[in-house]
T-cell receptor, first 116, second 112 residues
């Protein structure tokens, strides 16, 4: 079975440019999470969706970040305009709700973003 | 944000040694997960603990959830080079919906 698929794996861009990261969750999963990982701050939750609806975006750093989930099989995280401090590895993860608890988080391989 | 602090941050040990990694918070979690991450990859689940005081074993790894569901530990017996990686604990918020907050991570290196 295919896991969570993210693209691109690597992105190098210049400050001020728009960046779009893409994610295809595991089919049938009803939760989708976007995380950002840096050495300084570790793994931070940016936003998560339940059944395509954004539930909590309090982790989104600022208005330059936006995320959408137009259908159950696709999500995007957009940064416009990008800044050097946005350089990080961005992970998408999906999961199922098991009873009262969120089940295992299945992570993609990440998108490594470098903003020059 | 519910802060999960892990200790130690870095650990380098010889093959065959035992080690314990700690995950502490002032918040109560409805469940807690441990993940391992290797370079260039996403974290992969090792275990989920739900009940306070629960102990789970996975081969040479022993996981414990604190009685008050605020902390957890991971003990590795006779570490092997294949155990090298970044270990992350993640707590599911009790009153904050079905989202996980990740700890600061412990980077383990096992030297052959």
């Amino acid at each position: 079975d295919a896991g969570v698929i993210q693209s691109p794996r690597h992105e190098v861009t210049e400050m001020g440019q728009e960046v779009t990261l893409r994610c295809k969750p595991i089919s049938g999963h009803d939760y989708l999470f976007w995380y950002r990982q840096t050495m300084m701050r570790g793994l931070e939750l940016l936003i998560y969706f339940n059944n395509n609806v954004p539930i909590d975006d309090s982790g989104m750093p600022e208005d330059r970040f936006s995320a959408k989930m137009p259908n159950a099989s696709f999500s995007t995280l957009k940064i416009q305009p990008s800044e050097p401090r946005d350089s990080a590895v961005y992970f998408c993860a999906s999961s199922l709700l098991l009873g009262l608890h969120t089940g295992e988080l299945f992570f993609g391989e990440g998108s490594r973003l470098t903003v020059l | 944000t519910q802060l999960l602090e892990q200790s130690p941050q870095f650990l380098s040990i010889q093959e065959g040694e035992n080690l314990t990694v700690y995950c502490n918070s002032s918040s109560v979690f409805s469940s807690l997960q441990w993940y391992r991450q290797e370079p260039g990859e996403g974290p992969v689940l090792l275990v989920t603990v739900v009940t306070g005081g629960e102990v789970k074993k996975l081969k040479r790894l022993t996981f414990q959830f604190g009685d008050a569901r605020k902390d957890s530990s991971l003990h590795i017996t006779a570490a092997q080079p294949g155990d090298t990686g970044l270990y992350l604990c993640a707590g599911e918020g009790e009153n904050t919906g079905n989202q996980f907050y990740f700890g600061t991570g412990t980077s383990l290196t096992v030297i052959p």
